[in-house]
């Protein structure tokens, strides 16, 4: 497994950004497809958006698509989410995951490798 460090969350109104970032200590970075989940009080986790390892393929939740980016440098062992037009319903704590293999995954059950989460809120 991979250790991962998400950063940037934080507090921010409605219709703002924030960039997270999530920190990997493996030099094999490069072979693992990632994503992000997030969790709202009183909700499961799910899912958000996904990579794949190269970094050219992308997976979307509908409640991220024209708002949210991924991305990924695999030579800082970093990967990013770049959120826009944020609302409150975006509140939650978001986490970063690791998958074993090339493609990009939207399970969590594919993932094996999480952080420790980062809590982001939108105020109205």
């Known amino acids: 497994q991979v250790q991962l460090v998400e950063s940037g969350g934080g507090l921010v109104q409605a219709g703002g950004s924030l960039r997270l970032s999530c920190a990997a200590s493996?030099?094999?970075?490069?072979?693992?497809?990632m994503g992000w989940f997030r969790q709202a009080p009183g909700k499961e986790r799910e899912f958000v958006i996904a990579?794949?390892?190269?970094?050219?393929?992308?997976a979307y939740a509908d409640s991220a698509k024209g708002r949210f980016t991924i991305s990924r440098d695999n030579a800082k062992n970093t990967m990013y989410l770049q959120m826009n037009s944020l609302k409150p319903e975006d509140t939650a704590v978001y986490y970063c995951?690791?998958?074993?293999?090339?493609?990009?995954?939207?399970?969590?059950?594919?993932?094996?490798?999480w952080g420790q989460g980062t809590q982001v809120t939108v105020s109205r």
């Open positions: 493996d030099r094999t970075f490069s072979s693992y497809a």
């Open positions: 995951a690791a998958a074993t293999g090339s493609s990009w995954y939207r399970s969590q059950r594919d993932f094996n490798s």
């Open positions: 990579i794949n390892s190269g970094g050219d393929t992308r």
